[in-house]
């Protein structure tokens, strides 16, 4: 079926990608399993597969297979997953990140719905692979993958484009003299490709600083130091360029962890904001600059934080947001009056444009 009859939501094959070994795992296959819902209720057939663990059955015409591919896909925890006991689940080459079956699966689908976070799914890796693989899959493509995911360049990219970003440094292990120069406190010290405020922590003075460098040296090698905003905290979806009503985040105690992210009752989300017109003009515009800076397509969303005085800045660009119950996207989106089934079919109608 040509690329231009499979678009405007008629009926296709579609494999929603997930999991995978990150920090984020979990994460994902959440978001995969509720994308793969919303997919079968807008009546594709669609397939949902873990990208590490792959598939060991007969893989031929696997979209025949009638069963639910969700049934066994869990729930968030409260902590991090436990990536050596996913390996471990796996019966040959465990150290290769795409598992059995999965390229010949996905060369099946017209389009691969990509539910990945993370190292290996959201760093334009795979993005990569499947271009080369001539696969298509949805959200943008490889070099925006790799710009957005390493917050490094993104800053970068930020301070080229006048786009507001907290002050900050790169640092590699053993950089002490570096470090040593830092004096804004309190800061937030984080790993430079992390996501789902993996690897994130605050620290109020040197001592705290030390403790939290350790700490996000154990995912990376290197790791952001940057000056935290106090105030509140906003995020922004934009789709084919065009902002989505702000969301803010308040969580009910601490800052946006990984548990305050993803464990239901734990934030506070309010939308739209409630903040000036004026003032959510601009921090939508800052948005949409930010989606033209690291060169997106298709759907990102985008973190800020305000100070008292009303100076927003950018923390960051996530090319494949979370789409689990608590996430933030779905609920912009909901803001006008889009459903998640049609916000799902929306990513895949926009993807496919790439293709045309």
Request: negative net charge.
């Amino acid at each position: 079926m040509a690329a231009a009859e499979m678009s405007g939501g008629k009926k296709m094959k579609i494999i929603v990608l997930a999991g995978g070994i990150s920090t984020e795992r979990d994460v994902s296959l959440v978001t995969g399993s509720m994308i793969y819902q919303a997919l079968r209720k807008k009546g594709h057939e669609a397939v949902l597969l873990d990208v590490y663990l792959g598939y060991e059955g007969d893989p031929d015409d696997i979209f025949a297979i009638d069963r639910d591919w969700s049934e066994n896909f869990g729930r968030i925890s409260e902590i991090d997953p436990d990536i050596s006991a996913v390996k471990a689940l796996r019966k040959e080459n465990p150290e290769c990140v795409i598992g059995p079956n999965v390229i010949g699966i996905c060369s099946q689908a017209d389009i691969v719905f990509l539910a990945l976070h993370g190292q290996n799914g959201e760093d334009g890796k795979i993005q990569a692979m499947f271009d080369l693989l001539n696969i298509r899959y949805t959200g943008t493509d490889y070099l925006s993958s790799a710009l957005a995911m390493d917050k490094a360049v993104s800053k970068e990219l930020f301070h080229k484009y006048g786009i507001p970003t907290p002050k900050g440094i790169t640092i590699c292990r053993n950089e002490r003299q570096l470090i040593d120069t830092w004096n804004i406190f309190p800061c937030i010290a984080k790993v430079n490709c992390g996501g789902s405020s993996v690897g994130v922590y605050r620290a109020d003075d040197r001592q705290q600083l030390d403790a939290a460098l350790e700490k996000a040296f154990a995912f990376e090698d290197r790791v952001i130091i940057e000056q935290y905003i106090d105030g509140r905290e906003f995020s922004i979806g934009v789709i084919d360029g065009k902002a989505l009503p702000v969301i803010e985040i308040a969580p009910k105690a601490g800052f946006y962890d990984y548990k305050n992210k993803y464990q239901a009752g734990s934030t506070v989300e309010t939308c739209p904001a409630e903040l000036d017109a004026n003032v959510t003009r601009a921090i939508q515009s800052c948005a949409e600059t930010v989606y033209r800076a690291l060169r997106l397509k298709t759907y990102a969303r985008m973190d800020f934080r305000m100070d008292n005085a009303n100076q927003f800045y950018c923390l960051e660009a996530n090319t494949l947001p979370g789409m689990t119950p608590t996430s933030l996207l779905p609920q912009e989106a909901a803001a006008v009056g889009m459903s998640f089934e049609d916000l799902c079919q929306r990513i895949i109608d926009s993807s496919m444009k790439k293709y045309k």
